[in-house]
């Protein structure tokens, strides 16, 4: 057989393997998002996402705490307050849950860089992400309190802020008020390119944050759609964007590699709460290998384009990293 071209002579060891990955990645990259609540002393498992929780203030440390020790260095804060009500005033009030939440994680773990989600729909009594004017979200008047919530958030000490609403012209509103406030700093990672998706159905379960009618279809954006993907990602940069995030990750990679053409920003893939939940559900059946599932899933990111990944599964994926199954 003459072949002078053989692929799998660079197969041929796993040392060999490891020296030409074309995919790299590092454990600084990956965000872990956690879900802080009302109240005292409790951690609730959320039902439908097994072995994650939400945590009082008081008790969110032992989580900050695990994650340091396997080097996740990073976590989104998404709040669950006591009380909604029409406008989420929870939201951008300076004692909200996620303020509180804040200013503990940033004295007692100050190792830990801090990320908040701004978005309204765990606020409001309606679940929408947004005020309402009948029955659809106010896209201008809403745009008002998410920057107050993000200056509220950088106060208590967010580091960085996402918001994850789909209004337009909120990264504009959000850091023309940051800059304002003197946080010139903190930087903006918009959840631009974000599908309206039954994959964040778990998610929505954890936070209470259901919409009470109709979907969000009217903001966030129709899967049938890439163009427009890259519209929004374009226009955030353009307003000021710093990180720009595809959301959901599996079955939008496509999404991470062409906005890692048109943009300059590092991108943000998010694997979300259904991406979880489904992966957590089979396993349990015994019918796939968790870990080898959750390290093809990361590495498809990072391969897609991804320079952050955010999942449920990080402390998962740090170990996988230190023992070298990826990276
Ligand atoms: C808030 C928000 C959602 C998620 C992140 N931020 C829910 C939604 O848009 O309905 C989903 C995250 C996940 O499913 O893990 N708007």
Not at 117 to 136: A, N
Request: contains cysteine; proline residues 3%.
């Amino acid at each position: 057989m003459e072949m002078t071209k053989r692929p799998r002579r660079l197969r041929g060891s796993m040392t060999l393997r490891k020296m030409v990955r074309e995919t790299r990645m590092d454990k600084a990259s990956l965000m872990y998002p956690m879900f802080v609540m009302d109240g005292e002393n409790k951690v609730e498992e959320i039902p439908s996402m097994e072995g994650q929780y939400r945590y009082t203030v008081d008790r969110m440390g032992e989580c900050l705490q695990e994650l340091l020790d396997t080097g996740v260095t990073s976590v989104m804060l998404f709040g669950i307050p006591a009380v909604k009500d029409e406008v989420g005033s929870q939201a951008y009030d300076d004692n909200g849950i996620v303020q509180r939440a804040l200013r503990y994680a940033k004295e007692h773990f100050p190792q830990m860089y801090l990320v908040t989600d701004v978005c309204m729909c765990e606020y409001t009594s309606h679940g929408h992400c947004g005020v309402l004017c009948d029955h659809d979200v106010d896209n201008d008047k809403t745009l008002e309190l998410l920057a107050k919530t993000a200056v509220s958030h950088a106060k208590a000490g967010a580091q960085m802020v996402a918001p994850s609403d789909m209004m337009d012209g909120r990264v504009a509103a959000i850091r023309e008020a940051l800059d304002e406030a003197g946080f010139t700093n903190v930087p903006i990672m918009s959840y631009a390119v974000k599908y309206a998706s039954a994959f964040y159905g778990p998610f929505r379960d954890a936070a209470g944050s259901a919409p009470a009618f109709g979907d969000r279809k009217t903001y966030q954006m129709d899967f049938h759609n890439s163009r427009e993907g890259i519209k929004e990602a374009l226009l955030d940069e353009e307003e000021g964007a710093d990180i720009i995030m595809v959301k959901p990750a599996m079955s939008y990679l496509d999404m991470v590699a062409k906005v890692r053409e048109q943009v300059t920003t590092p991108i943000a893939c998010y694997s979300v709460s259904g991406e979880y939940a489904m992966v957590k559900a089979a396993a349990k059946m015994g019918w796939i290998d968790e870990e080898r599932i959750i390290c093809e899933m990361a590495v498809s990111a990072y391969r897609a384009g991804a320079d952050i990944y955010i999942t449920y599964y990080a402390k998962e994926l740090a170990k996988c990293m230190d023992e070298g199954k990826i990276g």
